[in-house]
T-cell receptor, first 113, second 112 residues
Framework: NAGVTQTPKFQVLKTGQSMTLQCAQD?????MYWYRQDPGMGLRLIYY???????DKGEVPNGYNVSRLNKREFSLRLESAAPSQTSVYFC????????????FGDGTRLSIL | GESVGLHLPTLSVQEGDNSIINCAYS??????FIWYKQESGKGPQFIID?????DKRQGQRVTVLLNKTVKHLSLQIAATQPGDSAVYFC???????????FGTGTRLLVSP
């Protein structure tokens, strides 16, 4: 039982390159989330998906797109990477009942030069 | 807007001591709170949660206390061990279904 799996674990890009971060879960959760984590800041929500087929913007969506491919998979795409997008990206899932904790993957460390 | 913060960015304790990590929240309407532990190179790991109809909740070696009057949350770790060294985040339920607002974290350092 892997929980939440993110790939790749590390990536270095040049400015302007595109990249898709993958997230897959085997927890049978409906809700999935993408966060970024920067030094000295709390996790900030980029996009989320309350269920298969739906996606919504979070706090910092600019420069990103997402796809909820099916119940298990939720991908995050950077169409034209910028140095400001250097960060650690975390995917999370949660049950769709109220007041449930989110469960996180181990992150993708992305550097943009 | 909503904000969740921590009083101390770093807490150093001796192995075997009890640790207390504090958190202030700003949204008095929040009804759900979570503590996470994050080890270096890992994702946040759920520790314990509490709903606003409770003042205290206990887990294995951990206790969360909620004081709604002053909008304060704390995590107590009993008999702290070196393996407890990590960054601890509090989070509160934000506006919108299943959204969470995270604090910036407190680093706990446990010395043998």
């Amino acid at each position: 039982n892997a929980g939440v799996t993110q790939t790749p674990k590390f990536q270095v890009l040049k400015t302007g390159q595109s990249m898709t971060l993958q997230c897959a879960q085997d927890m049978n959760h409906n809700s999935m989330y993408w966060y970024r984590q920067d030094p000295g800041m709390g996790l900030r929500l980029i996009y989320y998906s309350a269920s298969e087929g739906t996606t919504d913007k979070g706090e910092v969506p600019n420069g990103y797109n997402v796809s909820r491919l099916n119940k298990r998979e939720f991908s995050l795409r950077l169409e034209s990477a910028a140095p400001s997008q250097t960060s650690v990206y975390f995917c999370a899932t949660a049950r769709d009942s109220p007041n449930q904790p989110q469960h996180f993957g181990d992150g993708t460390r992305l550097s943009i030069l | 807007g909503e904000s969740v913060g921590l009083h101390l960015p770093t807490l150093s304790v001796q192995e075997g001591d009890n640790s207390i990590i504090n958190c202030a929240y700003s949204n008095s309407a929040s009804d759900y709170f979570i503590w996470y532990k994050q080890e270096s190179g890992k994702g946040p790991q759920f520790i314990i949660d509490i709903r606003s109809n409770m003042d205290k909740r206990q887990g294995q070696r951990v206790t969360v206390l909620l004081n709604k009057t002053v909008k304060h949350l704390s995590l107590q770790i009993a008999a702290t061990q070196p393996g407890d060294s990590a960054v601890y985040f509090c989070a509160e339920k934000g506006e919108g279904f299943q959204k969470l607002v995270f604090g910036t974290g407190t680093r706990l350092l446990v010395s043998p």
